[in-house]
Nanobody
């Protein structure tokens, strides 16, 4: 059974950092494109970052650029989102999602994780 499990969320003060993980099971992430999305209360889900395991391409929205870094560990079959300089506006549920051999930014994922809550507050 294909499954994505996010972890690493939590409560952090403004200016702090978190590293989110998206671990895949039941399949290998090789040749998949992985997107990170988030949904804040009362807002639509938005894509914020993407990585293609086929090409190594990474993309970021303007809000993530310069603060977030997406990476992939083949050996651990896991994708990470390192988030630095967090702001209260980054508070949201963060999701990873995948699609086979797709371009970045990711559209129309095939599988989603369950999400992990990130709260940025003093």
């Amino acid at each position: 059974q294909m499954q994505l499990v996010e972890s690493g969320g939590g409560l952090v003060q403004p200016g702090g950092s978190l590293r989110l993980s998206c671990a895949a099971s039941g399949f290998t992430l090789d040749r998949y494109t992985i997107g990170w999305f988030r949904q804040a209360p009362g807002k639509e889900r938005e894509g914020i970052s993407c990585i293609s395991t086929s090409t190594g391409t990474t993309t970021y929205t303007d809000s993530a650029k310069g603060r977030f870094t997406v990476s992939h560990d083949n050996a651990k079959n896991t994708v990470y989102l390192q988030m630095n300089s967090l702001e209260p506006e980054d508070t949201a549920v963060y999701y990873c999602a995948v699609r086979w051999v797709a371009a970045c930014p990711l559209v129309g994922p095939d599988y989603w994780g369950q999400g992990t809550q990130v709260t940025v507050s003093s």
